[in-house]
C-alpha cells in the first residue's frame, strides 16, 4: 500500500561508487511508488557543500520533514546530514551494499531496493513528536564527599558557573588526603605537603559552593534535572539538583584477615597506620614493607589497587629522609608505578639505605623485640629470613557502599557494581558513568587510583555532570545515544502489571506502584529499548522505535517464494557492535549474501518476539540476530541486553514451535566491534545453513 508523503523526501548520493553499483533512478522511482509525493534528490556527492545546498534547499526549512538519505553509512557524517527539528533517516548504501555487492547484479539492485522501502515504511510509521524535558531543570550539582576528589570536582563546577552542594558526612574536609604526611613528588622532585587544605578554603570560600559537613543523605529521588535531594544535618533540609558526583571514597582492606601476614601484632600495620605513626612515634631502624597484601589474591583482593606500590615507596623514602640510619626491605611480587612516577621509582630504587627483592612470604612471627619475615622464589633464588623492627602491610582499596545514598529506586538503595564492587557502568568506554543516568562516580569510589588521578576524576566526573544538565534541558539523551531525542512512551490500557520492563531495564528507569504498575522517569532513560523487548503486550515504544514501525519495516519488501531460490534472512543488528563490526566488513570489500536485509536495534535486548512472529509469517526464511559479546571479559554497552537475548531464546523457540517452524530458523551470534571478518562469516554460513534447511513454508501462504 502507497504511503501519502506529508513532507517525505529521500536524497540518494551516486558518489563512493554507488552509481556504479546501482540504477540510481530506478531507485529513486521505487521511492516515488513507495510514498505518494516524496520529494527526490540525486546528487554526485551529496556531502559536499553543493549537496548539502540542494539537500537542505529540498526541506526549505520545513520542521518535522522526514527525509530519508541514501548513502554512506549511518556511523559517518551525521553531523553534516542533520536537519534541525526534523527526522532524518539514514540508507546504508555504501559500506553495507556498494562496497560488498557485484556491481550492477539483480540481486544487488533488489537489496537496495529493500532498503529504500524499509526506511520509507519506517518514516511513515513514526508520528511527529516533542523531546521530554523535566519541569523545572535544575542546574545545580551535587557532590558526595568532601575528600580530594570531591573538592576538586566541586571547585571545577563553580569555576563553570555552576551551583554545587559539597556534602561531607565528617567534621571536617579533606578525606584521607587530609589525613597523610607526605604526598608523591611535586615538579622539585621532593617529597610535597598535602595540599588538600587550601582546596578545603577555596571550596569553603566560593560563593557557588555550599559545603555541608557532619552531614549524610536522606534520600535521593527522581530523575536528572530534578533529583529529590533530602540531607540530614544538624537540620534536616533538602534540595534540587540536575546532577549528581559521588566522591565517597574508599577504605583499606579489612586487614584482620591478614592473620598470615602477621596482623595482630603491634609491630606489623598497614600503610595507613603507618602513616598517623609515623606522625607521632618514633621511627623504626629496620622496616619492612610487604606489597600485594592480600591484593591480587583471589582469596582476598582479586585486583591491583594501583596505588599501593608508590605509596609504600613513598613511606620507605621519607623514612630514609628522617633517619639516615634506617635500613628499608620491601618485598613485592611485581612493582607499578603508574603515570609519571617512573623517575619516582627509580630515584627510591637509587637509594643504598632501600633494598627491594622479589619474592612470596611464607611466614611473619614475632620473635621477641623483632618481627621475622621468611620468603621464598626470591630474586637471588634461595630462602630469605629477615629481621625488622616493623612491617608495613600494603593493603588494597575498597570502595565506601554506595548504600547510604538511600536512592529511591526501584532496583535499590546505592549504584549497582561491577566485579569488584565499584559502581562503574561501562568498564570499556564510559569512564564515570554508573547505571544510574545522572549520577557519576569519581575518585577510589569509582576505580582504585592514586592522589594525581584522583583529581582528574573529579574533573572529569563534574564535566560529565555538567554535560548532563544541558542534555536534558535540550531533552537529548545520554551516553551512548547521544542526542537523542525520543524516550519511553507507554500506552497503558494495554499494561498487564508484568513487570517485565521495571525488572529488565539495566538503568532503573522505572519506579513501580505496590501493584507493579510501571512509573516512567524517562530522563533516566539511556533509550537502548530493552523494555521495548521485554514487554508481551506491545506497551512500550520510542517515536522512532517502536512495535510498529520495526514491523512496518519487516513488511515492506517483497519476499520471493521457493521457486526463485532468492532466500531472505531479516538480520537485526545491535548498533554498538555488529553494525559497527558489519560497516568495517565493508571497508575491507568482505562480500557476503545479498539476501540478507538488515534492521539495525538500539540493542539486541531491544528485540521483541513480535517482529520474529511478523518476519516468520512473512515469509522470511531465517532470522539472524548479532549483537555484543555477553560476559566478563566484554561487556554490552547496555549492560546485559545480550544476556537477556540469550534468556528469551526459550520463549522464541516456542514462537517456533507454534508456528509449525525449524529451531534453525531463528540464531543468535555475538561479536565484537573488531571481528568484522567473523560477522561475514556467521552471514554467510547462516546462509549456507538455511539452503540445506530449505524455504519457509509460510512463502506459499
Not at 265 to 273: G, P, Y
Not at 358 to 370: A, P, R
Amino acid at each position: 500500500m502507497k504511503e501519502r508523503a506529508g513532507d517525505h523526501m529521500i536524497a540518494l548520493c551516486t558518489g563512493c561508487g554507488i552509481g556504479e553499483s546501482i540504477d540510481a533512478e530506478k531507485l529513486l522511482q521505487v521511492a516515488r511508488d513507495a510514498t505518494e509525493g516524496i520529494n527526490c534528490l540525486k546528487h554526485s556527492a551529496l556531502c559536499s557543500e553543493a549537496g548539502l545546498e540542494e539537500m537542505h534547499a529540498m526541506a526549505g526549512g520545513i520542521s518535522n520533514t522526514r527525509l530519508a538519505v541514501a548513502a554512506c553509512s549511518p556511523r559517518v557524517k551525521s553531523e553534516l546530514f542533520r536537519l534541525e527539528g526534523s527526522h532524518v533517516e539514514r540508507i546504508n548504501l555504501r559500506e553495507q551494499l556498494t562496497w560488498v555487492m557485484e556491481p550492477g547484479a539483480e540481486d544487488t539492485q533488489m537489496m537496495a531496493e529493500d532498503q529504500v522501502r524499509m526506511a520509507l515504511a519506517k518514516m511513515a510509521a513514526i508520528p511527529d513528536y516533542n523531546p521530554y524535558i523535566p519541569d523545572p531543570v535544575s542546574s545545580e550539582i551535587l557532590v558526595v564527599g568532601g575528600g580530594v576528589t570531591g573538592l576538586t570536582a566541586a571547585l571545577a563546577g563553580a569555576s563553570a558557573g555552576y551551583r554545587v552542594h559539597l556534602v561531607e558526612k565528617g567534621d571536617a574536609l579533606g578525606g584521607y588526603a587530609g589525613r597523610i604526611y607526605k604526598i608523591l613528588p611535586s615538579a622539585s622532585g621532593h617529597l610535597a605537603e598535602p595540599d588538600v587544605a587550601s582546596l578545603a578554603l577555596e571550596a569553603a570560600q566560593h560563593p557557588n559552593v555550599a559545603v555541608y559537613t557532619g552531614t549524610t543523605i536522606g534520600s535521593i529521588s527522581g530523575e536528572p534535572g530534578n533529583f529529590m535531594v533530602v540531607l540530614k544535618g544538624e537540620a534536616q533540609s533538602s534540595l534540587v539538583a540536575g546532577s549528581v558526583v559521588i566522591a565517597n571514597g574508599w577504605k583499606p582492606y579489612d586487614p584482620g584477615k591478614l592473620g598470615h601476614l602477621g596482623y595482630g601484632s603491634s609491630r606489623v600495620k598497614t600503610m595507613e597506620e603507618f602513616e598517623h605513626h609515623v606522625q607521632e612515634a618514633d621511627l623504626p631502624d629496620r622496616l619492612l614493607f610487604i606489597l600485594c597484601a592480600g591484593s591480587r589474591d583471589e582469596q582476598h583482593l582479586a585486583y591491583c589497587s594501583s596505588y599501593c606500590c608508590t605509596a609504600a615507596l613513598k613511606q620507605a623514602l621519607y623514612v630514609r629522609e628522617m633517619n639516615p640510619d634506617s635500613i628499608v626491605y620491601i618485598i613485592y611480587r611485581d612493582i607499578r608505578t603508574p603515570g609519571f612516577q617512573e623517575e619516582f621509582y627509580k630515584r627510591v630504587q637509587s637509594d643504598d639505605g632501600i633494598f627491594m627483592t622479589k619474592g612470596t612470604i611464607d611466614s611473619v612471627s614475632e620473635i621477641g623485640q623483632m618481627v621475622r619475615v621468611s620468603l621464598r622464589d626470591s630474586l637471588l633464588g634461595e630462602e630469605l629470613r629477615i629481621d625488622a623492627d616493623m612491617v608495613v602491610l600494603a593493603t588494597g582499596m575498597v570502595p565506601n557502599s554506595t548504600e547510604d545514598l538511600q536512592l529511591q529506586y526501584r532496583l535499590g538503595k546505592g549504584l549497582p557494581r561491577l566485579e569488584y564492587n565499584f559502581p562503574d557502568s561501562h568498564f570499556i568506554c564510559f569512564p564515570y558513568e554508573t547505571r544510574r543516568t545522572g549520577i557519576y562516580a569519581a575518585g577510589t569510589a569509582r576505580a582504585p587510583m592514586e592522589l594525581e588521578s584522583s583529581r582528574e576524576d573529579g574533573s572529569g566526573a563534574m564535566m560529565k555532570a555538567i554535560q548532563c544538565i544541558e542534555c536534558v534541558k535540550r531533552g537529548e539523551a545520554l551516553h551512548p545515544r547521544a542526542g537523542d531525542q525520543t524516550f519511553p512512551e507507554l500506552y497503558m490500557e494495554r499494561c498487564t502489571d508484568c513487570k517485565r520492563c521495571t525488572e529488565e531495564c539495566p538503568f532503573g528507569s522505572y519506579d513501580e506502584t505496590e501493584k507493579g504498575t510501571p512509573l516512567p522517569n524517562p530522563s533516566r532513560c539511556r533509550r537502548c529499548g530493552i523494555c521495548v523487548g521485554s514487554c508481551p503486550e506491545r506497551v512500550i515504544g520510542f517515536a522512532d522505535f517502536s512495535i510498529n514501525s520495526v514491523s512496518a519495516m519487516i513488511k515492506s519488501i517483497h519476499v520471493p517464494d521457493e521457486f526463485e531460490e532468492k532466500p531472505r534472512v531479516l538480520v537485526f543488528l545491535c548498533e554498538n557492535d555488529a553494525y559497527p563490526a558489519l560497516d568495517a566488513a565493508g571497508v575491507h570489500r568482505l562480500n557476503y549474501s545479498p539476501f540478507v536485509r538488515i534492521i539495525p536495534v538500539r540493542c539486541l535486548g531491544a528485540v521483541n518476539k513480535v517482529w520474529i512472529s511478523d518476519a516468520l509469517a512473512h515469509g522470511y526464511d531465517g532470522i539472524l540476530q548479532i549483537g555484543c559479546k555477553p560476559g566478563d571479559n566484554y561487556q554490552c554497552h547496555f549492560i546485559h541486553g545480550s544476556e537477556l537475548t540469550e534468556q528469551r531464546g526459550e520463549n522464541l523457540q516456542e514462537t517456533l514451535q507454534t508456528m509449525m517452524l525449524e529451531p534453525e530458523r531463528i540464531r543468535t551470534r555475538f561479536v565484537e566491534i573488531t571481528e568484522h571478518h567473523e560477522i561475514r562469516n556467521i552471514i554467510n554460513e547462516y546462509l549456507e545453513e538455511l539452503e540445506m534447511i530449505g524455504p519457509n513454508p509460510f512463502k506459499s501462504m
